[in-house]
């Protein structure tokens, strides 16, 4: 569940391309007005316009087919148009004509991730921080998610200790809660997410997570606390409900378990998770027809882990 749940994840895309990245001048020399003059247009357009910056830069690279310049910000402007496909081919070219230019490696990453080819984007990211001589607490963040993404906890869990290392901060808590988290190390992943509150104690997300904790090392009435506390600071979210619901129903509270299911269900009534689960605790309360109702109405969501007991357990 914790999968999906309130990944506090700060846009790391947006802050590489927020970045000023100084333009590439080494291809600009000795060349006619013309290309340049198409060039700085499509610089212009790269915000207002970014369809007419790859058009510029088209017009520039047909003058001159070793622009790099121009085969960089085009795959800067494909990648904002979601065109990541045609912005890996100008990266690739751009790493051709000037091996110098390591940030392409970046942009790379981030264009496969998006299509998700997640071994070449972490191959991609390897790459920049190879070719990197002090890195920075985001550079280490950025491929920690992509190690995170296949897997790969232990390599995850290394880099967002660097990233810690570099700067001390609430998402790098975070970063590292997660892949300790999924690595089921749930003691370190509980101090870690303790510092995440501590440095921003009002994002509800981090109370439901630290409850998801709590439950895994068997604190079931901790666990509690941090979901209704997650509830009095967003009482909106349907998974802080369910969450809850699961809790009170490990404690056997199964009317109360129900109550909750149905609350999550109110709020979000296309999720069959919830419904399977109010079926478990209907059917564990006495309610066989109700269960039977649920896991039926979960099944035709698409979610089946418990569709089977129709058969065994329902007329």
Not at 167 to 172: F, G, P, V
Not at 278 to 298: E, K, P, Q, S, V
Request: proline residues 2%; contains cysteine; charged residues 25%.
């Amino acid at each position: 569940m914790i999968s999906r749940l309130f990944r506090h994840v700060f846009n790391t895309t947006t802050q590489y391309f927020l970045l000023v990245i100084p333009l590439i001048t080494s291809s600009l020399t000795g060349f006619g007005q013309s290309r340049e003059f198409l060039f700085n247009s499509g610089i212009n357009y790269l915000l207002a316009d970014k369809e007419m910056a790859v058009k510029q830069f088209t017009k520039a690279i047909e003058i001159d087919s070793n622009f790099s310049a121009a085969f960089f910000y085009r795959g800067i402007a494909e990648f904002k148009l979601g065109r990541y496909e045609p912005a890996i081919k100008d990266f690739d070219r751009v790493h051709h004509l000037d091996t110098a230019v390591k940030i392409v490696h970046m942009y790379k990453g981030f264009a496969y991730r998006q299509i998700g080819k997640d071994k070449e984007s972490l191959a991609s990211f390897n790459t920049y921080m190879q070719s990197q001589k002090n890195l920075s607490a985001l550079d280490y963040s950025i491929i920690g998610k992509a190690k995170l993404s296949l897997g790969d906890y232990p390599g995850a869990i290394e880099d967002f200790q660097s990233a810690l290392n570099k700067s001390s901060s609430e998402s790098q808590h975070y970063y590292l809660f997660l892949a300790l988290f999924d690595s089921n190390e749930y003691n370190k992943a509980l101090a870690q997410i303790n510092l995440a509150i501590k440095e921003n104690s009002d994002f509800y997300g981090y109370y439901l997570n630290r409850g998801n904790t709590k439950l895994r090392l068997g604190q079931f009435s901790k666990a509690l606390s941090d979901y209704d506390y997650a509830l009095s600071l967003e009482p909106g979210v349907p998974d802080s409900y369910f969450l809850r619901g699961q809790a009170l129903d490990t404690l056997k509270k199964h009317k109360l378990a129900i109550l909750d299911f149905t609350k999550a269900i109110e709020l979000n009534p296309n999720d069959g998770t919830y419904y399977s689960k109010r079926g478990n605790a209907r059917f564990a309360d006495g309610n066989r027809n109700g269960a039977c109702l649920d896991w039926t109405i979960a099944g035709n969501l698409g979610y089946y882990e418990d569709f089977d007991k129709i058969k065994s357990l329902c007329e």
